[in-house]
C-alpha cells in the first residue's frame, strides 16, 4: 500500500504524541493484561446519576452498575432483563411484574420491587415517554419484594416499549432511598445491581474511573443480543482514561497503552485502516444528528423569527464537513424524526437550501428586533467536532451581523451550564450544539430533544401547545400509517416555531486494538459486558 506524505505527517504527529504521554498514563496502563481493558471514552465523567443528566457518557456508566427491567435486541425488540415475567389484565389497564431471582445491589442487600416503583418514579419526571405513564396512571405500586404493578387510567400499548427505551435517561433501577431523591436533585452513592461495580477507591476524576467486575451478578440465560440477554463480564477490570488531547490517545492507542478510542480523529481514519493492529468499528449503525439548541426563554431567541433566521442560515454540508471531512460518514437531514426512520418525512422544508440562505437570516434577524445582543455559544473544546461546528456558526452569526462570542469549557462544563435558564450576563447561554441518536428521533416519546413544553422541556425550553397536543397522541396510534400522518403534522408545527435546527448527520466509528473484541453495536449505550481481551 503507498503511504502518501499526508500520512507520513499523520504517523509522524502520532508518535510524537506518543513521546509525550504523561508518566502517570504510562505508569498506569503498564500493568494492562488480557482481564483488564483501558477504555478513552468521548468525555470526562462528570455527573455519574444517569437520570439527572441525559448525557450518554453517564448513560454508559449507568448501564455498567445499573440494571433495567427490559432491554432491547438487537431488532430493538424489548425483552425481559431484571423482570422474570409480567403479565397485563384483561382490560389492558394494570401491568403486574414479577422480579427474577439472583438479583442484588451491590451493598449486598437485595433489590426489591420498592426499589423498581421508586425508581419508575423519579425517571418518569424526566423522561419524556416516563412523563406520559406518570400521567396516565392511577397508581405504581409493589404488591410483595418481588412484584409491583402499574395501573393505568386507560391502555397504554406501548408501555412496555417505553420501559425498555434505549434514549437517556434509561430507566436504570436504583436502591428505593437513592431513588427516591428527587430528579432535580443528584444521586451520588454508585451502588447498583449491575454486571459492573463502580470503584470508588480507584476514582480520580479527571484522570481515569475504574469498573470492576461484580462476581455477584446473576446474568440471564438467554444468550446475549443487543442489549438483551445474558450480560456476561470476560475482564476483570475496565478502565476509563481520560486523555483530552487526541493525538496522545492516538498514540496511547498504537502503543498498546489502551484498547479502545471512543472519538478517533476523522482525519486519521486512513492512518488507523493502514495500522494491522487497530481496527476502526462502526458500533451505532443509524448514527447522530447534529443540532443546535437556542435558549427560548433569553434574548434573542425568545423570538420566533430569530430561530427562524438560524434555520436558514446553515449551509449542512460546510457544517459536517467541517465535523468529520470524510464524506462517507455524513450526510444532510431536514426530518426531526432523523434519516431514514419509519416516520421520516419532508413536511414544511422548503426552508432547506444548499448551501444555507444568509440574506434570508439577516433579513428575519431584523424582523426579529434583533439589536446586537450578545449571543453566547457553549463550546466544548474536548469533543472536538463539536468545538470546529460551534466556531463556524460563531463565524456564520457574525458574518451577518451577530454579536456572537464563544464560552469555551470542556463537555462536562457545558452539560453543567446549559441547565441555567438565566440571561447571559448571569452566566446563561444562547445556543449550544448537540447530538442525538438517529434511533431516538423516531420516537417523540423517547427522546427529550422532541418535548416542546417550555420549563419542562429539554434544555433550550421551547414551547408550542398545538404541537404538544399532537406528540400526546403518539401513545394513541397504533399503525405505523397513523404515526406517519401524525409524524408531517408534528414537523409542520415544528419547523415553524424552530424547536432546534439540524446541522446534519454522521456516523462515527470507535478505533481499538484487534485484540478486544466482543463489542456489542447498538445506538445510545455502549456496554462493556460480552468483550473479551486476547493476550497480545
Not at 11 to 18: F, K, M, R, S, Y
Not at 381 to 393: G, K, M
Not at 424 to 439: L, P
Amino acid at each position: 500500500m503507498a503511504i502518501s506524505r499526508r500520512d507520513l505527517m499523520k504517523a509522524g504527529l502520532a508518535a510524537g504524541a506518543a513521546i509525550s504521554i504523561p508518566s502517570v498514563v504510562r505508569a498506569q496502563t503498564a500493568s494492562a493484561d488480557s482481564r483488564t481493558v483501558h477504555m478513552v471514552k468521548a468525555s470526562d465523567l462528570r455527573v455519574f446519576d444517569p437520570i439527572w443528566t441525559a448525557t450518554n457518557i453517564t448513560a454508559d456508566h449507568g448501564a455498567a452498575i445499573y440494571d433495567t427491567l427490559f432491554s432491547l435486541d438487537s431488532k430493538f425488540m424489548p425483552q425481559p432483563q431484571m423482570v422474570a415475567k409480567w403479565d397485563v389484565s384483561d382490560d389492558r389497564k394494570t401491568y403486574t411484574f414479577e422480579l427474577r431471582d439472583g438479583l442484588g445491589w451491590h451493598d449486598g442487600t437485595p433489590v426489591t420491587a420498592a426499589d423498581c416503583v421508586a425508581s419508575i418514579r423519579r425517571w418518569g419526571q424526566v423522561h419524556p415517554g416516563g412523563q406520559l405513564i406518570m400521567a396516565r396512571a392511577n397508581d405504581i405500586s409493589k404488591k410483595d419484594d418481588k412484584t409491583f404493578t402499574i395501573a393505568l387510567k386507560e391502555p397504554m400499548g406501548i408501555l412496555i416499549d417505553v420501559l425498555a427505551d434505549l434514549t437517556p435517561p434509561c430507566l436504570f433501577i436504583m436502591r428505593e432511598k437513592d431513588a427516591s431523591r428527587p430528579a432535580t436533585e443528584q444521586v451520588t452513592a454508585n451502588i447498583g445491581s449491575g454486571p459492573f461495580r463502580f470503584n470508588e477507591a480507584l476514582a480520580k476524576p479527571g484522570a481515569s474511573i475504574t469498573y470492576d467486575r461484580n462476581e455477584k451478578y446473576v446474568p440471564r440465560k438467554e444468550p446475549s443480543d443487543g442489549l438483551a440477554g445474558g450480560k456476561i463480564v470476560n475482564v476483570d477490570r475496565v478502565i476509563w482514561d481520560v486523555i483530552a488531547d487526541q493525538q496522545t490517545a492516538m498514540a496511547a492507542l498504537q502503543a498498546g497503552e489502551i484498547d479502545y478510542f471512543e472519538t478517533p480523529p476523522a482525519d486519521l481514519y486512513s492512518l488507523i485502516e493502514s495500522d494491522p493492529n487497530l481496527e476502526l468499528q462502526v458500533l451505532d449503525k443509524p448514527g447522530w444528528n447534529v443540532l443546535v439548541r437556542m435558549n427560548c426563554l433569553q434574548k434573542p431567541f425568545d423570538n420566533i423569527k430569530a430561530r427562524q433566521a438560524v434555520l436558514h442560515l446553515i449551509d449542512q454540508e460546510a457544517f459536517m464537513r467541517v465535523m468529520y471531512p470524510d464524506p462517507k460518514y455524513i450526510d444532510t437531514v431536514t426530518s426531526i424524526f432523523g434519516k431514514d426512520t419509519p416516520v421520516s418525512n419532508d413536511e414544511n422544508t422548503g426552508w432547506y437550501k444548499k448551501g444555507g440562505d444568509p440574506e434570508k437570516a439577516k433579513q428575519l434577524f431584523k424582523e426579529a428586533g434583533y439589536a446586537g445582543e450578545k449571543v453566547v455559544i457553549l463550546d466544548p473544546t474536548d469533543w472536538h467536532e463539536s468545538d470546529n461546528a460551534s466556531q463556524f456558526l460563531a463565524a456564520e452569526l457574525r458574518k451577518i451581523g451577530v454579536n456572537a462570542e464563544l464560552a469555551p469549557s470542556d463537555w462536562g462544563g457545558v452539560s453543567t451550564r446549559r441547565a441555567k435558564k438565566d440571561p447571559v450576563e448571569n452566566g446563561g447561554w444562547s445556543m449550544f450544539i448537540t447530538a442525538e441518536s438517529n434511533y431516538s428521533l423516531s420516537n417523540p416519546l423517547a427522546t427529550p430533544i422532541l418535548l416542546a413544553n417550555g420549563d419542562a422541556a429539554w434544555y433550550g425550553w421551547p414551547k408550542n401547545g398545538e404541537y404538544e397536543a399532537l406528540r400526546g397522541k403518539w401513545a394513541e396510534v397504533e399503525t405505523l400509517e397513523e404515526r406517519k400522518a401524525l409524524a408531517r403534522k408534528m414537523q409542520a408545527i415544528w419547523w415553524d416555531f424552530v424547536g432546534d435546527v439540524r446541522l446534519g448527520k454522521y456516523v462515527s466509528p470507535i478505533a481499538h486494538r484487534k485484540t478486544l473484541s466482543g463489542l456489542i453495536g447498538m445506538p445510545q449505550i455502549v456496554p462493556m459486558w460480552n468483550m473479551q481481551k486476547a493476550s497480545a
